[in-house]
């Protein structure tokens, strides 16, 4: 490509994937914030509240890991941090609770509601647990953490009314896979695929991913693909003394496809009402289907 990326295998992305959240998840959050002056805080609330979470909701944060990182090139960029989407659907589903809302809801609420947190990475979903710890937040029964493949979640099928993906579907090996699992699977007998089974968002649920996408105005496409390819990486090996962690993470938003084309790929999949939404001029977008 004009940016001569290496072609790497699909073995040598997982691997790579592994590594470098090993290497960076102790500085995810430190990074984050110094590669997105903190607007990643601002891209994970629109999420979240296009989400609209509900009191009793069921829902599955996937490649949660910190709740802050998100890494993966854009997570660089953008300063997530580990278990930020499911901290952010828990607080805003307290203050409805404190507000009074959904009052008809409140007896089973304080029970019913369940935010998992699925990431692929121990050591991330450590860092996650930590920063539940330090906000106060250990004993919350709603909140639990499970390690497990975006490519074969552990969930059961139709249990979700809600999916979320931050800074996490760029990672992942097969998106189609990862998206056949939020939405449907077929079944394989004897060779043959048939018999659609249900995979883990039921209908009515929602798929809303946030991920570092591209920016198409000209000047700005110029400073941004600088800022990219010659300030992170720099940032990266000053900060936390890995430039390559960071230098894939860049090459892997740029490989990542056009908001259009990761548009198609999710109707593909099975949902409607595909949407998304570009903000600050394509640097992140946020991607949204149905499943009716
Ligand atoms: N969502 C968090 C945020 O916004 O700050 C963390 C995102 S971090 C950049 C990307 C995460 O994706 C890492 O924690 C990594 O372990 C996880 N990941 C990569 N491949 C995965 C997979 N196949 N299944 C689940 N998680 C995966």
Redesign the pocket.
């Known amino acids: 490509t004009s940016f001569g990326f290496k072609e790497v295998s699909e073995e040598e992305k997982s691997k790579m994937?592994g590594n470098v959240?090993t290497n960076v998840a102790a500085n995810y959050d430190l990074m984050?914030d110094l590669m997105s002056g903190g607007l990643h805080r601002l891209w994970?609330d629109r999420l979240v509240e296009e989400l609209n979470p509900f009191p009793g909701m069921k829902h599955l944060d996937?490649?949660?890991?910190?709740?802050?990182?998100?890494?993966?090139g854009a997570?660089i960029i953008v300063n997530?941090?580990?278990g930020?989407?499911a901290f952010r659907v828990l607080e805003s589903i307290n203050k409805m609770k404190r507000r009074g809302l959904h009052d008809e809801y409140e007896n089973n609420l304080q029970n019913g509601t369940e935010i998992y947190v699925?990431?692929?990475?121990p050591n991330?979903l450590n860092v996650g647990k930590k920063r539940a710890m330090e906000r106060g937040l250990e004993g919350e029964k709603s909140l639990i953490w499970v390690e497990?493949?975006?490519?074969a979640l552990k969930f059961e099928d139709n249990s979700m009314d809600g999916y979320t993906i931050?800074?996490?579907i760029r990672?992942?090996?097969h998106i189609e896979k990862a998206l056949a699992e939020a939405y449907r699977q077929m079944l394989r007998i004897q060779g043959f695929h048939c018999f659609p089974c249900i995979r883990v968002l039921r209908r009515g649920g929602r798929f809303l991913c946030l991920e570092l996408s591209h920016v198409e105005a000209p000047i700005f496409k110029q400073l941004y693909d600088y800022y990219s390819f010659s300030i992170i990486p720099y940032v990266g090996e000053l900060v936390v003394g890995d430039r390559d962690s960071y230098q894939y993470l860049v090459e892997s938003i740029r490989r990542f496809p056009s908001q259009d084309v990761f548009a198609s790929m999710i109707a593909e999949a099975g949902f409607q009402k595909v949407e998304y939404e570009n903000l600050v001029g394509g640097v992140v977008a946020i991607h949204s289907g149905l499943k009716i």
Do not use: P, Q, R
């Not at 699925?118 to 990475?121: E, G, S, V």
């Not at 497990?148 to 490519?151: C, N």
């Open positions: 994937v959240f984050n994970k996937v490649a949660g890991g910190t709740g802050h990182l998100s890494c993966s997570a997530c941090g580990l930020d989407v699925c990431d692929i990475n991330m497990g493949d975006a490519e931050a800074f996490g990672n992942v090996t």
